[in-house]
């Protein structure tokens, strides 16, 4: 255990102050997440080296495709959640404690995760697989120790306080944010609401933070057009047209009773979306949108296979990057890593 950062005391209870749910606890119980209890007065973290999942993943897995491409990074997660997505893929990890109150994982220090990176020759971590703001001190204590020695990425749902995710932005190179859906849908599914995660991904782009998104279609639920160019509009006015955006296809999960996403609403969806972004992918099938494109003379610039990179065909000019072809810039970030991974 560890105490948490973000709460204050009120009287008996304590209020977190971590995510927009500002939950009141009383002693003894524990807030939405299921892994922070007031103890006594004093809110604790109840999985901080408290790992769940270990592994090394492509970054592309996450999924980065303008971040660092090719690099390995050690993934990092514990229990817990601040959402309650019905149709949650990682269920088994992110809603166990809100469900039975347990908490599980292995004992693993920062000092630990530094220690098995560098055995593996990683300079990457990223804190995902569940929610990485429910388990904060525990990436935070691990970012401190390896300032300028490893890159760090987030893979979030965004539903994170204001204070909070500027204290994140300052520890980490790239976010990718699951952003799902309109304001009905997080409130229907999630039991959530989109103003905090829009709000999440205006700072992360005011301190310079990598952003890309992922968007999960579920049909019947946020696959509407209007749904759609709602959330590409938002991203080209909000953070940029070159911002990347993930289509990803959904497969029976948890709780959702949706069939799997046609072929063809993803098709859609990249149709809408290439009007407002320069870089919109398809994941969770198998597609050409997979690789990166050159958006001005569609030259192949990145190919990838699933999560991996089979060639890139870049022309570097310092830490820029262009098309060969047609000499259009393509942003990449991260580049500085390169040479070290």
């Not at 560890?2 to 995510?19: D, G, I, P």
């Not at 198998?286 to 990145?302: G, Y």
């Not at 065909?313 to 060969?324: A, I, K, M, S, T």
Request: charge should be positive; aromatic fraction near 12%; proline fraction near 5%.
């Amino acid at each position: 255990m560890r105490e948490a950062m973000f709460y204050e005391r009120v009287n008996s209870k304590v209020r977190c102050e971590l995510c927009p749910r500002r939950c009141a606890i009383e002693p003894g119980k524990r807030g939405y997440c299921g892994v922070r209890e007031n103890r006594e007065g004093k809110l604790y973290s109840l999985v901080f080296g408290k790992a769940c999942s270990v592994a090394i993943d492509p970054i592309e897995k996450k999924p980065f495709y303008h971040y660092i491409p090719g690099m390995q990074s050690l993934s990092v997660a514990t229990v817990g959640c601040n959402l309650s997505c019905k149709h949650c893929q990682n269920w088994e990890i992110s809603q166990t404690p809100r469900e039975t109150g347990e908490i599980f994982g292995d004992d693993v220090s920062p000092e630990k995760l530094i220690e098995i990176a560098k055995r593996h020759g990683i300079k990457s971590f990223s804190w995902t697989y569940t929610e990485p703001t429910v388990f904060f001190e525990y990436f935070y204590e691990t970012a401190k120790l390896t300032k300028r020695e490893f890159t760090h990425n987030w893979v979030s749902n965004g539903f994170i306080a204001e204070k909070a995710a500027e204290a994140v932005a300052k520890h980490i190179d790239a976010v990718n944010i699951d952003y799902k859906g309109d304001d009905k849908f997080y409130r229907e599914v999630c039991n959530a609401w989109l103003e905090p995660v829009h709000r999440a991904l205006k700072i992360y782009r005011k301190h310079g933070v990598w952003i890309e998104v992922t968007n999960l279609i579920i049909p019947g639920y946020n696959d509407r057009d209007d749904i759609i160019l709602e959330m590409v509009r938002w991203i080209r006015e909000h953070l940029g047209r070159e911002t990347p955006l993930h289509f990803s296809a959904y497969y029976p999960a948890y709780r959702m009773e949706a069939p799997p996403t046609p072929r063809e609403t993803l098709e859609r969806a990249l149709k809408l979306a290439d009007e407002y972004l320069d870089f919109v992918y398809v994941g969770n099938v198998r597609h050409e949108r997979e690789s990166t494109f050159c958006p001005n003379c569609k030259k192949l610039l990145i190919k990838r296979v699933g999560f991996f990179v089979e060639r890139i065909d870049l022309e570097r000019r310092g830490n820029n990057f262009h098309c060969p072809e047609c000499g259009r810039k393509i942003p990449i970030a991260g580049a500085e890593w390169m040479e070290r991974i």
